[in-house]
Each structure stands twice: as C-alpha cells, then as structure tokens.
C-alpha cells in the first residue's frame, strides 16, 4: 500500500518560512518522480515544484527563488523549503509520487498572513 504523509505547514507571517515534508511507502522512492503541488478553493490543483529520480527540477515561475524542493533518498522524503512566503502563498500542499501510477498524499494547509 502506497502512502505519502505530508508535515511542517501551518499559519506563518508574511515573508517568513515553512519547510514541508512528504514521508513516502510502499513505492521504489529513488526511481519516483516526487512534486508539490497546491489548491485554493474554487482553483485547480497547481504544480508547485517537481524533482526527477535524477537532477532534473522544475519550478513554477511564481516560486522560483524563493522555494527549494529536495530528496533524501535513504529517508524516502521530499521536502519543500518556503522562503520569503507571501499571502498568495496560502493553500492546502500536496505531495505526489509518480512511479508507474500517480499518487497523492492527503495535505497540508499552509496559510500566510499578511
């Protein structure tokens, strides 16, 4: 059984930072493409950043420079550093795994205040 657990959002003020992170289970974590993504009501879910088996990562422009995405491959975690957050920030954070088939972890909220 596949599980991804996401951890580390919460409420934090406007320019301060978060770091998130997705526990995975049941799946070959180094051969998995890991991402971020997020959702605000009302929206489509949004790629936040993704992260290959190998080097290849990709951002969205609109947090470009200020998150970093990770891997620990002997912990089989991804992590998501949040730098410099802004109120457009605030959504529900998902992890996902592709390895095969596509999997999502059950959220975290993360809200910022301006």
């Known amino acids: 059984q596949v599980r991804l657990v996401e951890s580390g959002g919460g409420l934090v003020q406007a320019g301060g930072s978060l770091r998130l992170s997705c526990a995975a289970s049941?799946?070959?974590?180094?051969?998995?493409?890991m991402g971020w993504y997020r959702q605000v009501p009302g929206k489509q879910r949004e790629l936040v950043a993704l992260?290959?088996?190998?080097?290849?990562?990709n951002y969205a422009t609109s947090v470009k420079g200020r998150f970093t995405i990770s891997r620990d491959n002997a912990k089989n975690t991804v992590f998501l550093q949040m730098n410099s957050l802004k109120p457009e920030d605030t959504a529900v954070y998902y992890c996902n795994a592709i390895n095969g088939r596509s999997y999502w972890g059950q959220g975290t909220q993360v809200t910022v205040s301006s």
């Open positions: 992260i290959g088996s190998g080097t290849s990562i």
């Open positions: 049941g799946i070959i974590f180094r051969s998995a493409v």
